[in-house]
């Protein structure tokens, strides 16, 4: 019986996009299969490639740039590289990027693997004014080196010839020594020096070298990562975005709240009536749920526009940028500068922003970023901070939220550098070193699909948590703590949370706040930010002084805040909106810091934020009312 | 040898983007491309994209347990 005779099998490797799988449908033809890569669910194309008769048995590996894999494909590809089984490696070398190509041949040809390169996109490269030499190539790489073209199938018979002549006499890649890396692959800092350096020495013989331009992104950068004008322009930039959102977004909102307040809930009342519901359903189902939640997604226009502004600057590249300004910022300070990436995670929500302290190398540096991170105000508090500035401040209402965003930024300078001196002394400050993207436009439909999903996500907390926590406000409201009063039926200064927010409200004197609504939205605020204003809103609803007047919630927050300040409005306002800031973090922030850090350094946190908190609004306050 | 590793990692640290470090240094865009690249899979580099920006959902594994990510797989029907 005569043994079967295995057939050469070739691995065809090279980075994504480079005309590999051209290739390989070039060669093999119909003569193909899908099968899994052993012990995994990546899919692999095997073919049979016919040379002259013989049968060669041809994989397609997933493209990667390199061997130091970090998604399934590229294991994939690195396993099969270092698997000895293969005869032959055809190695497509980009030639309109082949330095990038020529690190992973680098690479392979450490893993001690025989090559024949095929080099692809030779037009477009000829078109650019780089086109490589191949002949120059391969006598600087010391294997063959052929030309060729999937589309029209230009070359392959002269691969075909290079490959039967290679399958009888394995060439192998002149200036890597193999035996370094047979055992293991390059993984190591001094590997990757190295094998750049051979990348540049074959670079230099074999491709022209083209004329350095300026471009777009040197020219933007030169301003915009300007080491004096980074930060300025930055700060301007938000204040732009701010005084957009509020400019536009102000009618909408009024509109919504009209909205709400008028035709809808005259048309729920009425629903309810002809359904014969009871009173105290009518009460919780308009002054309860729809007023509480109504007045939440009225800033849904707001938030559009919000998200809109931030996913455009953040597509185009330039967030990234405001990355590094502030790094150099905070490394300044004395602050790590890898903290600076969950930082700008937190201005959108606190609860990702801990998750992320996961790219922080120490669990010093991931405790300190993560205990700052509550400071970073979420789009949650900008809700609250903008029916506060229209409300107190409507003419300057962009640049009161954009002054809060600045005293976020200064809370979390002064509470690092506190924290950094106490408690975290032993935090060694590391730089952060970004690969930064080119300026681009954004992708409409990347765009749009973010602003949609954070849209979503934000009403979807509009009809949960929320719904849940108007509806134990409800229940509180109506249930009474004194007097002769039936339940539901109960004015709400006599209910268990009319009696609980009387008795935190002289808490708030201080701040010129001293007001029953007031403290029990703070207390509820806890929930979640948003929160605080459906309970405002639901509590002016059923308090029958304030609802018998037809103003709006913020006319009626204004009216109280005058009374509750002695005249000093403005100065209550901004020590309200100062509070809101950074009195507490939200409940789902709190629980993911308890699971990061534990209890202790929680609590801890949590109480010094509200204890600074309390002293610097009362601070404002009483420096205000002097002004 | 030029060093071009240390060389691209030195004016990526000073927030120059790879391609003006390939601009000021005279070298092919794609090598210092391809060190950047390399440099983030050693852990010596983040990328851009590595953190969740501002919590752009589904950019990388750090934004694990974010609420968005599980609203923005619910809208692609995961």
């Known amino acids: ?627 | 040898m030029s060093g071009s590793f240390d060389a691209v990692m030195e004016r990526l640290a000073t927030g120059e983007s790879p391609r003006s470090a390939a601009r000021a240094l005279g070298i092919p865009l794609d090598l210092a491309q391809a060190v950047a690249d390399e440099a983030g899979r050693l852990g010596l580099v983040v990328s851009a994209s590595a953190a969740c920006g501002t919590c752009v959902p589904r950019s990388s594994p750090a934004c694990a347990g974010c609420p968005l990510v599980y609203a923005d797989n619910r809208l692609r029907g995961r």
């Open chain 1, 1 to 627: 019986m005569t043994p079967a005779v295995r057939a050469p099998e070739v691995l065809l490797v090279g980075n994504p996009n480079v005309g590999k799988s051209t290739l390989f449908n070039a060669l093999t033809k119909a003569r193909q299969r899908v099968v899994n890569a052993p012990g995994t669910t990546v899919s692999l194309t095997a073919g049979t490639w016919r040379i002259r008769g013989d049968d060669v048995s041809l994989v397609d590996l997933p493209g990667t740039y390199s061997l130091a894999a970090r998604c399934p494909d590229e294991q994939v590809a690195a396993a099969a590289v270092a698997n000895s089984r293969h005869d032959l490696v055809v190695m497509v070398l980009d030639a309109t990027t082949l330095s990038r190509s020529l690190y992973l041949l680098g690479q392979v040809a450490a893993a001690g693997v025989p090559v024949v390169a095929a080099l692809t996109m030779v037009d477009l490269a000829q078109a650019r004014g780089l086109r490589p030499d191949a002949g120059v190539l391969s006598a600087a790489l010391g294997v063959p080196v052929v030309e060729v073209n999937g589309r029209s199938g230009a070359g392959s018979a002269d691969l075909e010839r290079a490959v039967t002549a290679a399958l009888r006499c394995p060439p192998y890649v002149r200036g890597i020594e193999p035996h370094l890396y047979a055992s293991a692959l390059p993984d190591t800092v001094a590997s990757a020096q190295h094998l750049f350096d051979w990348v540049e020495s074959v670079t230099d013989d074999a491709v022209p070298t083209g004329e350095p331009h300026l471009t777009l992104t040197d020219r933007l950068d030169a301003v915009l990562l300007n080491p004096w004008l980074g930060l300025p322009a930055f700060l301007a930039v938000v204040w732009a975005v701010f005084q957009l959102t509020t400019v536009v977004a102000g009618p909408l909102i009024d509109a919504a709240v009209r909205l709400v307040d008028g035709p809808v809930a005259s048309a729920m009342s009425s629903a309810l009536g002809e359904l014969r519901a009871p009173d105290w359903v009518v009460s919780f189902a308009v002054d309860g749920v729809l007023t509480g939640v109504g007045t939440v997604l009225s800033f849904v226009p707001l938030m559009a526009i919000m998200f809109t502004a931030v996913g455009a600057l953040e597509g185009s590249g330039y967030l990234a940028r405001v990355a590094v300004v502030a790094d150099r910022s905070m490394r300044a300070l004395g602050l790590d500068g890898r903290a600076m990436l969950p930082l700008i995670v937190g201005f959108g929500c606190n609860v990702p922003a801990l998750s992320s302290t996961a790219v922080l190398p120490h669990a010093r540096q991931r405790l300190l970023t993560g205990l700052l991170i509550p400071l970073t105000s979420c789009t949650a508090r900008l809700a609250v901070y903008l029916l506060l500035a229209y409300t107190f401040f409507p003419a300057h209402a962009g640049t009161t939220v954009f002054a809060l965003y600045v005293v976020s930024v200064a809370l979390v300078i002064g509470w690092g550098l506190i924290a950094r001196r106490t408690v975290l002394r032993e935090v060694v400050s590391e730089p952060l070193i970004l690969a930064l993207p080119d300026y681009q436009l954004p992708h409409a439909r990347s765009l749009s699909m973010s602003v949609w999903t954070r849209i979503t996500s934000f009403v979807r907390k509009a009809g949960t948590i929320i719904v849940v926590a108007v509806m134990a406000m409800w229940v509180l409201q109506a249930l009474p703590v004194r007097g002769d009063y039936a339940l539901a039926d109960v004015p709400i200064a006599e209910s268990v949370y009319g009696a609980v927010a009387d008795a935190a409200a002289p808490a708030l004197k201080p701040m010129g706040l001293g007001d029953w609504k007031i403290a029990s939205a703070l207390v509820t605020g806890v929930a979640a930010k948003e929160v605080l204003i459906a309970a405002l809103a639901q509590s002016y609803a059923i308090d029958a002084a304030s609802a018998q007047t037809q103003s709006t919630l913020g006319q009626k927050l204004r009216a109280t805040v005058e009374e509750t300040s002695g005249g000093h409005a403005g100065a209550a306002a901004l020590a309200l909106m100062i509070f809101v800031l950074s009195y507490m973090p939200c409940l789902p922030t709190l629980a993911e810091q308890r699971r990061l850090y534990g209890g202790r350094w929680t609590a801890l946190a949590a109480s010094a934020q509200f204890i600074g908190a309390y002293l610097l609004a009362t601070l404002v306050f009483q420096v205000g009312r002097l002004l």
